[in-house]
């Protein structure tokens, strides 16, 4: 087994949110479906996105420059998949579907996402494969429901804790 098999077998085992990166702009809208997403820093509020340089969002995202990183719920695993390229569905089609609405930079949001960071790229490193956008973020809204994994290579389920009651 080469290197890059046991690489990819390693990471299949490294549990990781499933999210749908969207763009919106001059050069297209377009959606992935993404686990390599990962918080920066906190000031100024940034996270990165690993996206492969031969996907051809790559360059749509380079040239509208902003994003918008959709953590999936649960509920979202079937969205997830359309947009993974696993179900046939266009790209025009995946964006209507429910829940989706644009903001003010054109990039599709999805309502009902336990998170949505939309920003701007700030910067942009290639390594090997693939393009690491760094997002400084400028909107984040969340939802406190059951979240979406994806683990050795299945998409599962976690359960959000319960919400703590408050002391009267």
Known sequence: MSLQQDFRNA????AAAVNIVTTGG???TIGITATAVCSVTDTPATVLVCVNRNSA???????NGSVCINVCA???QEMSMHFAGMTGLSMEERFQLNGWQKNADAVPVLKGALATLEGKVAS?????????F???LHTIHTEDKDGLIYFDREFKSVEAKAPVAEVA
Do not use: C, D, P
């Not at 990471?11 to 490294?14: F, G, I, R």
């Not at 969002?57 to 040239?63: Q, Y």
């Open 74 to 76: 649960s509920e979202h």
């Open 134 to 136: 760094f997002v400084e």
């Open 11 to 14: 990471m299949s085992k490294l």
């Open 57 to 63: 969002s790559n360059e749509i995202i380079k040239k």
């Open 124 to 132: 942009i490193e290639e390594v090997g494969t693939h393009s690491v």
């Open 26 to 28: 001059e050069a297209g």
